[in-house]
T-cell receptor, first 117, second 109 residues
Framework: GAVVSQHPSWVICKSGTSVKIECRSL??????MFWYRQFPKQSLMLMAT?????????EQGVEKDKFLINHASLTLSTLTVTSAHPEDSSFYIC?????????????FGPGTRLTVL | GQNIDQPTEMTATEGAIVQINCTYQ??????LFWYQQHAGEAPTFLSY??LDGLEEKGRFSSFLSRSKGYSYLLLKELQMKDSASYLC??????????WGAGTKLIIKP
């Protein structure tokens, strides 16, 4: 199957700093990528849909000025958590849909565990 | 509104069979996915159903009834490594994935 990488795997930062997370599709071009957040023992929560060359579409309740998404190329999307606070500590996962895939399934990156002190 | 229901937790014995059910109510339907997620890891794709019936893939099978808004994931010959959360997700009319909360499956020796 298609491979999606995510970097970094984990990050610890101080409150008030910004953190950038990269998501790359390694062997396919992804016009659309998705950013999820998952709190412990809860399901995935879609934060935004990242579209190459255009603005991201944010889900209701997600602050676009706090979670900046840039999808500059067909293989890279970035999520920047600005002025991070302890309540932003979570598991952030990106995914991409391979348009040539058989099932329209999303392939997930390994996730980034963010801890804000 | 859109809604996907699946049991929160199930327990089964190594070597046995377990069926995880999923019911859904969504605006449109373009397929149903099952994903497996081990603790601390990202989900991995297990199966996709868009037509009614049973899809078999090794020890895992997935069933769909669109008229009933119902699916199940069947796991046979359970192994300890099958302990994980199993997520049901539906692709709606906008091709957006609607996720269930997941079923935590505990396998006992």
């Amino acid at each position: 199957g298609a491979v999606v990488s995510q970097h970094p795997s984990w990050v610890i930062c101080k409150s008030g700093t910004s953190v950038k997370i990269e998501c790359r599709s390694l062997d396919f071009q992804a016009t659309t990528m998705f950013w999820y957040r998952q709190f412990p023992k809860q399901s995935l929560m879609l934060m935004a849909t990242s579209n190459e060359g255009s603005k991201a579409t944010y889900e209701q309740g997600v602050e676009k000025d706090k979670f900046l998404i840039n999808h500059a190329s067909l293989t890279l999307s970035t999520l920047t958590v600005t002025s991070a606070h302890p309540e932003d500590s979570s598991f952030y996962i990106c995914s991409a849909r391979d348009p040539s895939g058989d099932y329209n399934e999303q392939f997930f990156g390994p996730g980034t565990r963010l801890t804000v002190l | 509104g859109q809604n996907i229901d699946q049991p929160t937790e199930m327990t089964a014995t190594e070597g046995a069979i377990v069926q995880i059910n999923c019911t859904y109510q969504t605006s449109g339907f373009n397929g149903l996915f099952w994903y497996q997620q081990h603790a601390g890891e990202a989900p991995t794709f297990l199966s996709y159903n868009v037509l009614d019936g049973l899809e078999e893939k090794g020890r895992f099978s997935s069933f769909l009834s669109r008229s009933k808004g119902y699916s199940y994931l069947l796991l046979k010959e359970l192994q300890m490594k099958d302990s994980a959360s199993y997520l049901c997700a539906v692709l709606d009319s906008n091709y957006q994935l609607i996720w269930g909360a997941g079923t935590k499956l505990i396998i006992k020796p």
